[in-house]
């Protein structure tokens, strides 16, 4: 499929970071985790502008109205030695989807990717995530089911750090 003609994929501003906090408030409640979202749009501005700049986000705008989303940031591949990129969301609202928009945000990603000569695009995709997982194998990716992902979040990450 073809993305919309009026379909502008760019980087985010500081002005987009309520449409693009509510974006990630749509993905949320698509993957139905929207007890998981802490956050706000300040703390997102914040990591997205600030100093030291955590993450990147493009927006997929038709007719200046925001449809979907791309946020990632860099990674390092220590067997390549080289910079790769983690795309952590990737979100188009349903109304909008099977219209080339995901695909053109992946391909801006992509690009970004080659033009800072990274080695590697990785993202995750949920388990029951049939749809999703079917549309980037048809892209090219390869689902690699080898890795299993490891996390450690509030306490535990708390106790880890003391060292106890």
């Known amino acids: 499929m073809t993305s919309p003609n009026n379909l502008v994929v760019r980087f985010a501003k500081p002005s987009d970071c309520t449409t693009l906090f ?26 997205l502008f600030g100093t030291p700049k955590y993450i990147e986000a493009i927006i997929a705008e038709i007719e200046g109205k925001a ?22 969301d990737i979100f188009v609202l349903p109304a909008y989807r099977r219209q080339g928009i995901g695909k053109a945000l992946l391909t801006k990603v992509a690009q970004i990717a080659v033009e800072r000569n990274c080695g590697r695009l990785e993202w995750t995709v949920l388990d029951w995530n049939e749809p999703a997982q079917s549309f980037y194998l048809s892209l090219g990716a390869k689902i690699v089911n080898e890795w299993l992902i490891c996390r450690v979040t509030d306490n535990a990450l708390i106790d880890l750090a003391s060292g106890d």
């Open 67 to 88: 449809v979907g989303c791309g946020i990632f940031f860099h990674t390092y591949s220590t067997f390549l030695t080289k910079p790769g990129i983690h795309l952590e």
């Open 22 to 47: 509510e974006l990630i408030q749509g993905l949320a409640e698509y993957e139905k985790l929207t007890h998981a979202v802490t956050g706000n749009a300040q703390m997102l501005q914040e990591h």
